[in-house]
């Protein structure tokens, strides 16, 4: 292990999910233009089928506004693997479609390949990307910037909860959804009561763990996926990420006292079964620590409501932040620095 810094007194990481706040209140105030123009083109263009480019963080948050928007619009939201275009160089048909990419760097190789290939087979094409010259910023056709400011530490943490707030925000003014939009004006409050939440009972479980299961169902399954590589990335702990049902396909089988489990249940539709869920588990003496404001047996950990169902999410997976950076510190590691990555992934 990469012994910890004793002179470090706060990592980039730690520094960085406290600026989240502020760069969401940056995004929706000087990216409101371009929000509002994206989903006045969307409104206009009224696709059948959204497709969504982007890896890593980028893809989890992708994943959530494929929730957000199949719940919300009814329209179906499909990941398109870049390997299609970097690697296979297959034709697409996406006349009517529209395309989303997603990225911090707005340069790898294999994302910039497949939204021009998006674009030459039809698409409407639209980025959220925080390096505003970045070639995926400047060769779509609506570019909404995430305002996240430098993001120095490698694993990336404002820049995803900008990506996610940002979709939600053009999914809101696609839709004209007044309730949404309200909910993402007051979330900059709620992020700083998220930041605030004490996960430190969980902290001796998931520093001494070999492997673990985190499990949501929709958005809550994107902040799921994204807990997940998190631990991989900062903590080096083995982690896997499933929804709540799917869990009981068989992943099931590996739970038990020594193997924990981290529920992300926000305030939504799926909320009761998630509870059920973690109740069958608590039953079978699973340690499960659940996120949710919701009344669970066992180990629940305080969350910082926001009073609507996507945005929930975004506010425990802040909360979750503080906590696995914590988690990767107390096992010895630097999360500015995750062994064998860079900051820019650039893949073909």
Known sequence: RKAKDDAMTTTLMRAEIDEAPAAVRRLLSESAGAIAEAGARLRALDPKVIVTVARGSSDHAATFFKYACEITAGTPVASLGPSVASIYGAPLRLAGAAALGISQSGKSPDIVALMDAVKAAGATTFSLVNVEDAPLATRVDGFVPLRAGPEKSVAATKSFVTAVVGALAILAAWREDEELKAALAALPDRLEAALACDWSPALETF??????????????????????????????????????????????????????????????????????????????????????????????????????????????????????????????????????????????
Do not use: C, M
Request: glycine share 8%; hydrophobic share 45%.
């Open 207 to 348: 520093v001494n763990a070999k492997s673990l299961y985190t499990i949501g169902r929709g958005p809550g399954f994107a902040i799921a996926l994204e807990a997940a590589l998190k631990f991989k990335e900062t903590a080096i702990l083995h982690a896997e990420a499933y929804s709540g049902a799917e869990l009981q396909h068989g992943p099931v089988s590996l739970v038990d006292e020594f193997f924990p489990l981290l529920a992300f249940i926000p305030d939504d539709a799926a909320a009761p079964s998630l509870v059920a869920t973690v109740s069958a588990l608590h039953q079978r003496g699973a340690k499960v620590f659940a996120a949710t404001a919701a009344d669970v047996p066992g180990p629940r950990l305080p969350i910082a409501p926001t009073g609507h169902a996507l945005t929930d999410p975004i506010s425990i997976g802040l909360s979750f932040y503080r906590f696995v950076e914590a988690v990767s510190v107390a096992r010895g590691y630097n999360p500015d620095q995750p062994r064998h990555l860079k900051k820019v992934t650039e893949t073909v």
